[in-house]
């Protein structure tokens, strides 16, 4: 190459290379405009305080036996636990991960922030403590605990203290069941019977029983379905419930950010857990009101008109459809 000729050739490069420059340097800052999530901050996945930093005095050491509570629940009060004999061998922390402080992990964060609070299904103002032994009466298929018990106690200020930095009335991001969408079409247990067999029997069991631990006190792995399960008055008998607590949980390890289940996967391995056999419960007292149903509660009389086997399985859309409908 000439002399001119390389000096043209290294001064075009050198203004091809600032062309490029300022063009990516301009789609970026389109994308950043196309794309308000990477200006506008979101709100943070709310994190929970850390039990390390509880002192060692009356308070802490309650706060530390409400959280051993939750997390060994059948070592003290399961059919063979040390205080009492009130629940069925499950942990609260099955259901409620970490302790129930694990984002998306069905966590206890909204709890001392929006309670007392008025509830269909009792028709009323509930406490802390009611919505507690709601769990062990209907979760946990056991009785409730004396509301004025050191257990109870300790539970209460276990989880009033996980939300205490908490704005009162408020549901900090990652605190709730995530509401999986609607599928156009009804969950399908036969479908989901083929993805348990694939990716959850390996620790449920085929029968859905689980697998105790070697002291046959607690369990290694929960029970899904049969006699020692949640009852058919619990949260997670409503499908949406269920397919949105595996969504983000299951199998283990999964997380919301993170999730291993399709959503048409979620859904059809609910709907497949929840026809299984599971524990009765008689709760004819609740919904005084029935227009105050959830769209996916699955025993009737409603005020939509909608089959049982509908309001279980879903398509949930004309549900929901009818429930905004009735409300204008
Ligand atoms: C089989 C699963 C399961 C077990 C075991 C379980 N829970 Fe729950 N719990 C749930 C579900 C599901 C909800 C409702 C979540 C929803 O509606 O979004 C819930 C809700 C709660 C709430 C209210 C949360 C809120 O923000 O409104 C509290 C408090 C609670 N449980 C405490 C307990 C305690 C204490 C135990 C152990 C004694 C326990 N739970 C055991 C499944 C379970
Ligand atoms: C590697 C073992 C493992 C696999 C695989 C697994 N789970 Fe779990 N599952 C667990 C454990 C352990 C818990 C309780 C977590 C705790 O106490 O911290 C649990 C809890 C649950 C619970 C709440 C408690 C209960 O018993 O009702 C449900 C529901 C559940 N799993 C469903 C599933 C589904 C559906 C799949 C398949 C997609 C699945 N799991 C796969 C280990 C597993």
Redesign the pocket.
């Known amino acids: 190459m000439t002399k001119p000729l390389l000096i043209a050739f290294l001064f075009t490069s050198l203004i091809a290379t600032f062309l490029l420059a300022c063009n990516d340097y301009y789609t970026d800052k389109k994308k950043n405009v196309s794309n308000p999530s990477q200006t506008v901050e979101e709100e943070p996945v709310w994190i929970g305080p850390d039990l390390a930093s509880v002192s060692d005095d009356e308070k802490g050491r309650l706060i530390k036996y409400g959280h051993e509570l ?1 997390v060994n ?1 059948a070592e003290y009060l399961g059919p063979k636990g040390s205080v009492l004999h009130v ?1 069925n061998g ?1 942990n ?1 922390q ?3 991960l970490n302790g129930g402080a694990k984002p998306y992990g ?1 966590n ?1 964060f ?2 001392y922030s ?1 309670y007392p609070k008025f509830r269909e299904r009792s028709g009323s103002n509930e406490t ?1 403590v009611k ?2 032994n709601d ?2 009466e209907r ?2 298929n056991g009785k409730p605990l004396d509301s004025t018990g050191k257990e109870m106690n300790a ?1 209460i200020t276990y ?1 009033t203290w996980l939300g205490t930095d908490v704005p009162k009335g408020k549901l900090p991001r990652g ?3 995530t509401s999986v969408p609607f599928l156009d079409r009804a969950a399908d247990p036969k479908i989901g019977q083929i993805a348990y067999t694939a990716k959850c029997q390996s620790c449920h069991g085929v029968d859905g029983s689980g697998i105790l631990k070697s002291d046959g006190k607690s369990y290694l792995f929960p029970p899904l379905w049969g006699p020692k399960s ?1 009852n058919d008055g ?3 008998y409503r499908l949406s ?1 269920l397919a949105g ?1 595996i969504k983000d949980n299951m199998p283990l390890g999964a997380r919301h950010e993170k999730p291993q289940l399709s959503d048409e996967e979620a859904w059809d391995l609910a709907a497949y857990i929840n026809s299984m056999p599971r524990p009765k419960k008689d709760f004819s007292k609740d919904w005084p009101s029935i227009s105050g149903k959830p769209l996916d509660h699955p025993f009737g009389p409603y005020a939509d008109g909608y089959s049982e086997q509908q309001s279980k399985y879903g398509p949930f859309d004309p549900i929901k459809k009818a429930k905004e409908e009735a409300k204008k």
């Open positions: 939750i629940t629940s499950m609260c099955n259901c409620h069905n206890y909204a709890v929006t802390i919505r507690v769990c062990f979760s946990m539970i989880i605190s709730n069941i949640y619990a949260g997670l419930r607590y």
